[in-house]
């Protein structure tokens, strides 16, 4: 219900609130599955739309490095030596999984909320640098679209093209990261030890009811309240995982 009204993506929002229940890792991969099936429900309206020119430019090396950076997620996760802050008399303990999404998850609500960054724009000729870096923090982390939408917008793509690809290219790097992380999950046996099952499944469920809700609610897609006490969550959120209080 808050990424309708707040504008935010789904990812930007879901994986600090996993965060609260899983292990870092554990959640970027049940926020991947959540995110996956909610663009195909988007795929099966939007298809005809798709610029496959486009999709092979940008498509191709977001799929690629989302691998990678599915790859390194995990190899952060089985780094188990903590890392140690001391700021005056107070002094924390983290680990480094939770230092890099904890920085990523700050930037990327920054990323969201201010205008200055959210016109930033790049020219077309930089697509597939824009495919490997959103492809790769897709993977890492899962935020993907805030990237992806500053490298496609100066393309000047109808309205229903733009989402349509963006859907198209989301949907590749969701299937590839998760057939990263499924097989680290289920060798830990994660799905049935920490009852991700009924989270995936109660997200899906709040999404589907959120945006039918938000839509009788209101025209508008976002509310500037929302977005700055979202952000400020995510912005305290990113900084509890940074400090290890989470």
Same mark, same amino acid.
């Given at each position: ?48 739309? =798709? ?119 989301? =949907?590749?790097?969701? =299937? ?65 995982? =940074?400090?290890?209080?989470?």
């Amino acid at each position: 219900m808050l990424t309708f009204f707040s504008g935010f993506g789904l990812g930007t929002i879901l994986l600090p609130v996993f965060s609260f229940f899983l292990p870092v890792s554990l959640a970027v991969a049940a926020t991947a599955l959540v995110h996956l099936i909610n663009n195909l429900f988007k795929f099966l309206i939007t298809y005809k739309y =798709i610029d496959f020119g486009v999709f092979v430019r940008f498509g191709i090396p977001a799929g690629i490095a989302s691998v990678l950076g599915a790859y390194l997620l995990l190899n952060l996760e089985g780094f188990d030596e903590s890392i140690t802050f001391e700021l005056g008399a107070l002094g924390s303990e983290t680990t480094l999984v939770k230092l890099i999404i904890g920085i990523v998850i700050v930037f990327f609500a920054l990323f969201e909320l201010m205008t200055s960054f959210k016109n930033f724009s790049f020219q077309p000729r930089w697509i597939p640098l824009g495919g490997i870096l959103s492809g790769f923090f897709g993977g890492l982390s899962g935020h993907q679209g805030a990237l992806r939408s500053a490298f496609l917008i100066k393309l000047e793509l109808k309205k229903e093209t733009f989402i349509a690809t963006g859907v198209a290219i989301a =949907i590749l790097v969701d =299937i590839l990261r998760l057939a990263i992380y499924g097989f680290a999950l289920f060798n830990l046996n994660a799905l049935s030890d920490t009852g991700v099952g009924g989270l995936v499944l109660s997200a899906i469920i709040g999404g589907i009811a959120g945006a039918l809700f938000g839509r009788k609610l209101l025209r508008a897609a976002t509310l500037r309240l929302v977005q700055l006490i979202v952000a400020a969550l995510l912005f305290l959120t990113g900084l509890t995982l =940074i400090f290890g209080v989470l």
